[in-house]
């Protein structure tokens, strides 16, 4: 699509679209900024693969006074059609190579990683993992995350389709969990927010689990939000 504009922008806009519910991550996950760097010039958020923008913009419209920088990354036709909000920074980016960004708060991926293998998302994450900030930052995927068992059809059928289209998958808690842990990184939470989509907060091993949220979950229910997943028998 690189060589066909026309069909890039469509694809992006797209993309932004689609699967648009309601609550976001930023519904559910509980930000502390006291854990947050006063320094403007350090990276507060960084979208990797985060096509036009549309999660930055949402993300400074939440926290619109919070300091760091907010950048966008993507590949140069892709930021090239970047939404143009203020405040976030567009910078060209192969998440396979060294992340320019160093010791960010928040790294954030979403529906970036679902149509990549398992080898290929180790090496995406490792990636990021080199640029973390031990003890400061923190890496979220936003995906959908299956229980083991008691799948809807639709998740079955998004399913085959990662697996035939891409050789990947939809995955389950644990094997997020176990990708993260052969990337070098621990799952501390899982915050649901709609059906099977949750955003999963991944740290350096060895960091303080605790640090950078709030807690807020008690009985599968975190900040309002029943855990889809406890109700599916994962």
Known sequence: MEFQPETLKNFNTFMSLRRKPAQTWLSVY???????????????????????GHQCAQFKEKYPDLPG???????????????????????????FKEQPVKGAKFYF???????????????????????????????????????ES????????????????FASAERTEKEWKEIGEE???QLVEKYNYFQYESVMDFRLKGDGVKGGVEDGVKDGVKDGVKDSSAENGA
């Open 30 to 52: 509980p930000l502390d900024r006291s854990t947050i760097s006063d320094d403007p010039d350090k990276a507060v958020f960084v979208d990797i693969g985060g096509g036009i």
């Open 69 to 95: 920088r907010v950048i966008l990354q993507d590949l140069s036709p892709v930021v090239a059609q970047a939404l143009p909000t203020p405040g976030v920074e567009n910078i060209a980016h192969d998440f």
């Open 109 to 147: 991926m979403r529906l970036t990683l679902h149509n990549w293998p398992t080898p290929k998302v180790i090496e995406i994450i490792q990636r990021i993992k080199e640029a973390m900030e031990p003890g400061y930052s923190v890496l979220l995927i936003d995906e959908m995350v299956l229980p």
């Open 150 to 165: 008691k799948v809807s059809a639709h998740a079955c059928m998004l399913d085959l389709m990662m697996m035939g289209a």
């Open 183 to 185: 990337a070098g990184l």
